[in-house]
């Protein structure tokens, strides 16, 4: 039960996940073959299907496939176990095309299942197979796997929420990409622990920054000293639990077109290990690479033509109507009149206006 557990726990991190804990809980039930379905399949949806043995590739996707729309052995009451012969008349079973068409052929004769599902939404079904020619399963073997039951259902719930927090996680995370916004998460060595893409883009470009021995390091000395000054503030802000202090600093020593970077504490959160989270969050806006947005979008969001939102994502990308005009190869009257037609669309009158209009809507977070 210990070794079983621990698989239990390690399931949704293994590598591969769950299939060491679905080869002990084969053994402990003495089931030839074990399946964790976490996401059932339906049309269009192979569903995630977990086995513990694979029989071949084309067992496995015929079930996956279009089998699963003719099982029986599904909706099972929550939390209980069952048999096929306890849920459901065995002729209609062994009679049923699913049976005669699918099951037989691979030698499976008898089944015993459980279906799991929370008030939270998270569900599951467990499926133990034994081959023709062995008994069916016995009443103490449905009851050991009834008390594992509530086990594999908390595990499933843990896996589901950090699934849906790595999920928003990597939303919020290429929202910041899409802004053209480098981010990075610190130690309390100002070692990186994290960097996005627009992070990572920086560092490979190597105009302002790098990252010497894992931590991040300014080109500019005058730079590195005051980001550095600024550093132990936010560090020691951590230490002491106060998440609100903010300090900026812009780098390329004072020039206006240089990037800018913005460091604040995260909040503080002991580890049950007793070690401390990540200390230092650092935002660094770089002028060279402007946010950008689809055409696309603009032309819903706007009702423009395409050649009007073209024209518009270049003026909101920094340039003038002149140098637009010319990345378009249209005349200087061609654009004038696409302008017009984008202020009369739009309801504003300034190209600066314009700017901040397509820069502060939806739109570059769909890029």
């Known amino acids: 039960m210990n070794e079983l557990l621990l698989a239990l726990s390690r399931g949704p991190v293994a590598e591969p996940p769950w299939e060491e804990f679905l080869c002990l809980l084969g053994e402990a039930l003495s089931a030839d073959?074990?399946?964790l379905i976490l996401r059932a399949p339906r049309e269009g949806d192979a569903g995630l299907v977990i086995n513990s043995v694979v029989l071949s590739p084309a067992v496995y996707s015929a079930y996956n496939e279009s089998y699963f729309a003719l099982d029986p052995f599904v909706n099972l009451p929550p939390g209980q176990v069952f048999t096929v012969d306890e849920f459901m008349a065995a002729d209609d079973y062994y009679n049923s095309d699913y049976y005669r068409q699918y099951v037989e052929?691979?030698?499976?004769?008898h089944l015993m299942g459980?279906?799991?599902?929370?008030a939270l939404g998270n569900s599951a079904r467990l499926r133990f197979a034994r081959v023709i020619g062995r008994d069916n399963f016995s009443p103490a073997e449905r009851a050991l796997c009834l008390r594992l039951l509530p086990h594999i259902q908390q595990t499933i719930r843990l896996q589901a929420r950090i699934a849906r927090v790595e999920?928003?996680?990597?939303?919020?995370?290429?929202?910041?990409?899409r802004m053209a916004l480098a981010a990075f998460i610190l130690d309390q060595r100002a070692r990186i622990r994290h960097s996005n893409h627009a992070a990572d883009r920086l560092l490979q470009e190597g105009r302002w920054l790098t990252a010497a021995d894992g931590q991040l390091r300014l080109l500019d000395q005058s730079d590195q000293r005051a980001f550095r000054a600024c550093l132990d503030d936010v560090m020691q802000a951590h230490l002491r639990g106060e998440p609100g202090l903010v300090k900026a600093l812009r780098l390329g020593s004072g020039n206006a077109a240089g990037a800018g970077m913005l460091l604040r504490p995260l909040p503080l959160v002991a580890a049950p290990d007793g070690?401390?989270?990540p200390s230092v969050a650092i935002f660094v806006s770089d002028p060279l690479h402007p946010r950008e947005a689809p055409a696309d979008i603009l032309m819903t969001l706007f009702s423009l033509t395409r050649a009007e939102a073209n024209l518009s994502l270049l003026l909101a990308g920094g340039a003038s109507l002149d140098e637009a005009c010319a990345q378009l190869q249209i005349s200087r009257n061609t654009g004038k009149s696409h302008l017009s037609a984008v202020f009369a669309k739009t309801?504003?009158?300034?190209?600066?206006?314009?700017?901040?209009l397509i820069l502060g809507s939806v739109a570059p977070m769909g890029d």
């Open 33 to 35: 073959f074990v399946t």
């Open 105 to 109: 052929t691979t030698g499976i004769r």
């Open 114 to 118: 459980a279906d799991l599902g929370d």
């Open 167 to 177: 999920s928003e996680r990597s939303l919020f995370a290429a929202a910041v990409d």
């Open 275 to 277: 070690s401390r989270n």
């Open 347 to 356: 309801g504003v009158t300034r190209q600066t206006r314009l700017v901040q």
